[in-house]
């Protein structure tokens, strides 16, 4: 599986960027930090290994703990890394630019730009992961998107579904993270909720409890699932089953035709795009979760990766809300999704379907948010105008 490919090589990885790191730091030190640089990444490194090899503990107060320790690490880890990149490259400018000029750059000024930004690394490292941490803690905001769509009946001017999406209850996010989601959500009144994957990162006997206010979900219409990629990770069939337990309705490659004051509107949902990696049976088909239903209705399709776009518009969908991305959750991670998805996040168009994308309500790995916040979305449907 290539998700446990990449987990053998992590460590490696890690280790790598982390002895880069420092000794790009230590060497611009005094010298009686020469070691306590190395020593601290170290540390780093450890406890961001220990983070994860927790995570198959969530619920436990022990592996919980671990948890927030590791991905807060893991952030901090993250944010050196990159400005450590970017020292490097502010650097290779001024020492450019000094050959450039002969030597015209006083060598006091090339000291005291290598020992600034050397201390100025850890210092907006620390900075951003507490920024980062309020953001990623805090309600999600309630962000509305109308999407005109051609020849929509007039009793459907304005239906509103409420997307949330990537929630990722586990080690950091709890019961009352996500029931106060829950309450917010309600308090839209919406026609129908899409819930588009991601909602656990573990097995339902640790966060069973811990998804129950999802039960509390209220809509006119129901309130529709999708798996998203750590379902499967999770255990998929334990959490459909605990979904429809809780009232949910899941959507596996299915439909259901709503009639909503005389009009149409059918809200459909597939697997995960990686499914067929973990159960060919349950292979993403948005051909089969379309079949049977009434060709002139309005079509959604919920669909977790916004990867599946291509197939859902020729299938003939009109709308396709999705999550996946996160909106890159925080900086620069966003401009590394195109190597994967074709959007991050917001509103697009994939030949005659739009699709939408949230960028989460929680968040994965470092409890953190910057550039990218988390959102409950309200979508409205609205008639072209003549």
């Not at 993270?177 to 640790?206: E, F, M, R």
């Not at 739009?354 to 470092?366: C, D, E, F, K, N």
Request: no cysteine.
């Amino acid at each position: 599986m290539p998700r446990f490919s990449f987990l053998l090589r992590l460590p490696v990885v890690l280790l790598l960027a982390h002895a880069y790191v420092a000794l790009r730091l230590a060497v611009a030190a005094t010298p009686a930090a020469h070691w306590f640089i190395p020593a601290l990444l170290l540390l780093v490194y450890v406890l961001i290994l220990g983070g994860f090899l927790t995570r198959r503990a969530a619920g436990r107060p022990a592996g919980d703990t671990l948890a927030w320790i590791g991905f807060l690490s893991l952030g901090l880890f993250s944010w050196l890394f990159v400005l450590t990149v970017l020292r490097d490259i502010l650097l290779l400018a001024l020492a450019a630019a000094n050959a450039i000029s002969g030597g015209g750059i006083d060598p006091s000024l090339m000291t005291s730009a290598v020992k600034a930004t050397a201390l100025a690394v850890p210092l907006a490292s620390a900075v951003a992961v507490l920024l980062g941490l309020v953001n990623a803690r805090r309600l999600a905001r309630v962000v509305d998107v109308s999407v005109t769509v051609p020849g929509l009946p007039p009793a459907l001017q304005g239906f509103t579904i409420v997307q949330i999406s990537d929630v990722h209850v586990g080690p950091t996010i709890k019961r009352g993270y996500v029931g106060a989601i829950v309450d917010a959500v309600n308090a839209l009144a919406p026609d129908a909720i899409a819930v588009t994957g991601d909602i656990v990162d573990g097995n339902v006997a640790s966060l069973g409890e811990h998804t129950r206010p999802l039960a509390r979900l209220k809509a006119r219409h129901g309130v529709y699932v999708v798996t998203g990629n750590h379902e499967y990770y999770s255990g998929a069939a334990q959490w459909v089953t605990e979904f429809r337990r809780l009232g949910l309705t899941v959507l596996m490659n299915q439909h259901q035709t709503l009639t909503h004051q005389g009009a149409e509107l059918v809200i459909a949902g597939i697997t995960d795009f990686s499914a067929q990696h973990f159960d060919q049976a349950q292979a993403s088909d948005p051909v089969a979760a379309l079949r049977g239903a009434p060709p002139q209705a309005v079509k959604v399709l919920l669909a977790h990766q916004p990867r599946s776009a291509p197939a859902a518009e020729a299938a003939g969908f009109d709308l396709q809300l999705s999550g996946h991305t996160h909106g890159g959750q925080f900086w620069p991670w966003k401009f590394f999704v195109p190597l994967q998805q074709p959007f991050v996040a917001g509103l697009h168009r994939q030949g005659r379907l739009q699709v939408y994308v949230s960028r989460g309500t929680g968040y994965w790995g470092p409890p953190m948010r910057l550039g990218a916040r988390s959102e409950i979305t309200r979508i409205r449907l609205v008639a072209q105008p003549a």
